[in-house]
């Protein structure tokens, strides 16, 4: 057996591995830990050596053996030269969960660890309060596991999200309100029900499974930490959890040195962190989400104490861009990387451009940027501003005539 435990994150009562989430003692958020037994040599043979998924990794996650999402994880970490040249950084890579398996965002990584852990627990039934991503992550694994998932979301998610769940079967519950009614409204059915919440009732265990996103960073940069990182925040766990990752691999000796500074992206229509940090507060007030990043509205973080302190303690910061930006940077990753993200993507550009231009890089730092989720999810927000092809008839005539004129522009590669 595994050594995995409970801590309260505020007061820090230890519990054991249950499907508990909050302190009896002080009702603070439980935070699990595992302590891997082995020394640094042989745990990293035993990740290289495991398999091209988040599970070469199972000796740092809270659960006894893998029994979700055999194909997730280990993206690519892509070198992203000409989105670098145009920024100023010779060492720009972006982290590429937009072709995560098996539902395209990184939230794929959370689930299987969480519905790992529903199946270790004997729960027959998962669900989820989701932005979008996290049902669709949610509906798929239960359907390959069997499970029966109810998975709630607000009734005005994009509808590729929504298309995006309903095809695997779960029971979709649109909810009329916002994420973070959605989220109340299950925070009070879950402790009745004796099912799965991934981000409610199995939220310790569901979090960790973030971290495999700074571990992979680490292993495909060569064993090295980068210097500066950008990642969207909605509750914060992904945040949070990045930067538990980073330390964890080098407290296990796995890593030296420093470690990242963190910087957290937010759309300014729903940005409560950003606020907070930039007002120098400790604690976050809540905001009402007005945003076409849909993914990340969520208005009540609540993880967000603990990412002030990330950034606080990384030295990194958080900062917010609007709606046009993240449209305009979705836009630009897509034509200078050839990555095509969703909302969450754009902002993060967004704010790794913001970034860049204000001088918060040195030019030959390694810099990782987070793109967490996939631009045919949220077709709409990119469609209106884009060219109508150009229209012919299946006439030599016409692509002369309508075509050809169109090319005087050179190539972007050889200009
Ligand atoms: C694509 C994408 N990126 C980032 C996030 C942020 O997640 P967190 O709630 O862990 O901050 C989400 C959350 O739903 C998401 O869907
Ligand atoms: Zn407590």
Not at 8 to 14: D, L, W, Y
Not at 54 to 70: I, K, M, N, S, T
Not at 199 to 216: C, D, H, M, Q, V
Not at 399 to 405: A, I, Q, S, T, Y
Request: hydrophobic residues 40%; glycine residues 8%; proline residues 7%.
């Amino acid at each position: 057996m595994k050594n995995v435990v409970l801590r309260c994150k505020i007061c820090g009562q230890t519990y054991p591995p249950e499907p508990r989430y909050m302190c009896e003692t002080c009702f603070g958020p439980l935070e699990a830990f595992v302590t891997p037994q082995d020394d640094p040599m042989t745990l990293r043979q035993r990740i290289l050596a495991g398999p091209p998924s988040l599970w070469r990794y199972v000796d740092f996650l809270p659960v006894e053996r893998p029994l979700a999402g055999p194909h997730t994880g280990w993206t690519p970490l892509k070198k992203a030269e000409n989105l670098g040249r145009m920024l100023g950084l010779r060492h720009l890579y972006l982290k590429d969960d937009s072709v995560n398996h098996p539902t395209l965002s990184f939230k794929d990584r959370v689930v299987s660890v969480a519905l790992t852990k529903a199946q270790e627990f004997g729960m027959d039934t998962v669900s989820c309060a989701s932005t979008g991503n996290l049902a669709n992550a949610v509906a798929a694994q239960a359907a390959h596991l069997g499970l029966r998932a109810v998975v709630f979301i607000p009734a005005d998610l994009e509808p590729q999200k929504r298309v995006g769940s309903g095809v695997f079967g779960p029971l979709v519950v649109a909810v009329d309100g916002n994420y973070d009614q959605v989220n109340r409204l299950c925070t009070e059915i879950a402790d009745d029900l004796g099912w799965g919440f991934v981000n409610i009732n199995l939220r310790p265990y569901y979090a960790e499974g973030s971290k495999t996103l700074a571990f992979e960073t680490v292993e495909q940069l060569g064993w090295r930490a980068p210097d500066a990182v950008v990642a969207p925040v909605a509750s914060g766990s992904l945040y949070t959890k990045l930067w538990k990752g980073f330390q964890e691999f080098r407290r296990t000796g796995l890593i030296e040195g420093p470690l990242p500074r963190m910087y957290g992206a937010q759309a300014a229509g729903c940005a409560p962190i950003a606020q907070a940090w930039k007002a120098g507060r400790e604690e976050v007030q809540p905001v009402k989400p007005r945003t076409i990043a849909k993914s990340i509205a969520i208005g009540n973080p609540a993880d967000g104490m603990f990412a002030l302190q990330v950034a606080r303690e990384s030295r990194g910061g958080f900062e917010a861009v609007t709606d046009r930006e993240i449209v305009e940077t979705m836009r630009l990753l897509a034509e200078t990387e050839g990555i095509f993200t969703e909302t969450a993507g754009g902002t993060t550009i967004a704010i790794l451009r913001k970034l860049a231009r204000e001088g918060a890089f040195d030019p030959d730092e390694t810099v990782v940027a987070y793109i967490t989720g996939n631009g045919y999810k949220t077709l709409e927000v990119v469609a209106d501003g884009l060219e109508e092809p150009v229209a012919i008839a299946p006439t030599w005539e016409d692509f002369e005539n309508r075509v050809l004129p169109r090319l005087t522009a050179p190539v972007p590669a050889l200009s």
